[in-house]
């Protein structure tokens, strides 16, 4: 079964008010940084919300798929637009997967006590 996108936005939003009422700073914190980006905006709404989508994706964060799809075609980004995004993050993950095995041929070599 498909999730409901909107209805998880909406609870979503309303979670994210609870948590602002009890940790009140974080929340700030987190809004000023979050709309730090477009003040001095080079890149564009649309540019800077498939940035957000590929970067959702790469950590599988639910919530910023909801919230940054939806502004991404309010911006204007097309499904094409936002495919492509998502190829450069899948791209992108399986490079750090190939580089970060290397991690794990270091790891066996440790292990079994050899050093090249």
Known sequence: MMLD????????TARVKE??????????GYAQLSGAA?????LGAKIRELIALGAAVTLRCDGCVAVHSAAALRHGATPQEI???????????????????T???????GASGTSS
């Open 5 to 12: 996108w909107t209805q998880y936005r909406t609870q979503l």
């Open 19 to 28: 948590l602002a009422q009890l940790n009140p700073d974080t929340v700030k």
């Open 38 to 42: 477009p003040n001095k905006d080079v």
């Open 83 to 101: 495919a492509q995004a998502l190829g450069v993050a899948i791209s992108v993950n399986a490079g750090a997967a190939l580089v970060y095995s």
């Open 103 to 109: 991690r794990v041929l270091d790891a066996i070599k």
